[in-house]
């Protein structure tokens, strides 16, 4: 976590790994506002005016140990170091707990390492074997698949970035996984015991709106099944149920908006998959994404106990929901959580195979003493090579570098002249200086809005009438309408995907209440323009 998100105290600079650059572009906003901004009731920093539709629970804890003077970096990854530990130690718990062999937890921590896809292949397509196969593997700083933005098989979510750079990801699922082991921990326990953790899990699963919208279904999806298929502890699930809900309404009441979702969910078989969707595509699918895991995960099932098999079966129906179901509709892998969760469990039921592989070979050969553990290796080897090849680029990755109060004049500018629930209009989508000292802009970067379900094209317009700089009485009009308090103007080159500004226009017609960057970039109050 610190190896990919830190601070240079010397430049004052933020520190962020260029794999992830683009995911903090909406993550840093979301921080500031409730560290540096005033962003209460909250609403989405990069989109201000509508009810916030992200969970930001997280961020939010976050912001404000930053703003009690914890060091952004230390704010940040220590909750996410615990989080991903947490998220470890069950799946090691879980295994060792559901099969009675530690080796099967262990394994399972290393198959959610290391993931076991297909993407090995793109990588040796690249980099042929040779005598500098070795090296290719230790120098590499790509990941070996990225689907579908590099147009491969292989979708771009299984290797360990995606829990590094949605920090909250990794700890929702360290509490769900947890609240598993507590349940399978109840049976036969007193109702005083199971009401004590009832309530602890009711007051933690309340939040999960603002916390961890997917992962709060998948809490559903478990206590429903649970529920239904286990008579032991209903009593725990049903006051758990009962308190979170409680906790629910408190929030309502306190103006936390729970419910926001993207715009476009709904029924799309096959949503993930590239092309027509047949049997065969699917298979294909499910075989470049999962690997070995898609057949020994089955068989594992097959073999597994009845209990096992009812414990495992919230994994299934998450494996089957992100499968049927769009959950955004510009944004077609939002599912890759469902089926993260599915992986986690599931390579339990492919560690359990594994072992049960190694005893079947000590069985039958048993004087060659080297042979089960050279097939088991062998196997384990096909299981995780993606994700050994995958965890290289992580160590390699070069920073990025975020210019902060101290070292870019514009944003210790909007940090101490502007009020702290300010909305900015700026050309800058990424990182504008508004939005790194905490002040909400009027529109973010395109994909992370329309993820969300904001209608990012009406606002867009807004935009480009206001910086066109064909009519004040329009301008005004949409400044005062939006609640756009300050407008920045850069006189620079057009960039793609980025409005037209009409620089001339403002520099001619008005003052600006700051100058920077050689008298290119400017900063305008609405009160200023529209006098």
Known sequence: MFHTFSYDYENSTILIANKMWSDFAATLPLIRSFSMGDNW???????????????????????????????????????????????????YLLGKKWFGD????????VFFLFNGSMG?????????LSWNTIPDIFLNSRFSAMGPWDGGDVLGV????????????????????????????????????????????GLVIGVFPV????????????????????????????????????????????????????????????VMIQGPLSVASALKFFWYQFGLHSVLIPLGFCLVPRRVKILMLPAVIAF???????????????????????????????????VKFYGFISTRFPRVKL?????????????????????????????????????????????????????VLTSQFLYAPASVAGRKIFLGYGYF????????????????????????????????????????VEDFKPNKGRPTVNAEYFKANFTPRYTADNNRYFIYSTDDLCD
């Open 41 to 91: 009731p909250p609403e989405y920093p990069i989109f201000p005016g509508s009810p916030i539709r992200y969970h930001y629970l997280f961020f939010l804890i976050v912001g404000k140990l930053e703003a009690i003077g914890i060091p952004l970096h230390w704010a940040l990854n220590v909750p996410s170091v615990i989080g991903f530990f947490l998220l470890l130690s069950m799946i």
């Open 102 to 109: 530690p080796r099967i937890g262990v394994l399972g921590v």
């Open 120 to 128: 090995f292949m793109q990588f040796f397509a690249k980099n042929p």
């Open 158 to 201: 299984w290797h360990l970035l995606v829990f590094i750079s949605q920090r909250h990801f990794s700890v929702s699922l360290g509490i769900l996984l947890s609240f598993i082991f507590v349940y399978c921990y109840l049976d036969g326990k007193s109702r005083k015991t199971q009401l004590q953790w009832a309530v602890v899990f």
């Open 211 to 270: 916390f961890h919208k997917a992962v709060l279904l998948i809490f559903a999806i478990v206590m429903s099944v649970y529920f239904v298929l286990l008579p032991f502890s209903r009593w725990f699930l049903f006051a758990t149920g009962a308190v979170s809900v409680l906790v629910m309404g408190l929030l309502w009441l306190l103006s936390f908006n729970l419910f926001g979702a993207p715009a476009g969910a709904g029924w799309d078989p096959g």
């Open 320 to 354: 089957l929901v992100a499968f049927l179901f769009r959950f955004s509709k510009s944004e077609s892998l939002l599912g890759h959580k469902f089926l993260s969760f599915f992986l986690i469990l599931g390579q339990l039921l492919t560690a359990f195979v594994v």
């Open 371 to 423: 042979l089960p553990v050279g097939a088991t290796a062998v196997l384990v080897c096909f299981l995780t090579l993606t994700g050994v090849i995958d965890f290289l680029p992580i160590l390699n990755m070069n920073m990025a570098k975020v210019r902060d109060v101290g070292s870019k004049p514009e944003v210790k500018w909007f940090a101490e002249n502007t009020p702290g629930d300010a909305v």
């Open 449 to 488: 809005t329309d993820s969300a379900g904001y209608d990012t094209r009406g606002r867009r317009k807004i935009v480009d009438a206001v910086y066109s700089g064909e009519s004040r009485e329009e301008m005004c009009e949409l400044l005062h309408s939006n609640n756009i308090s300050f407008v920045d």
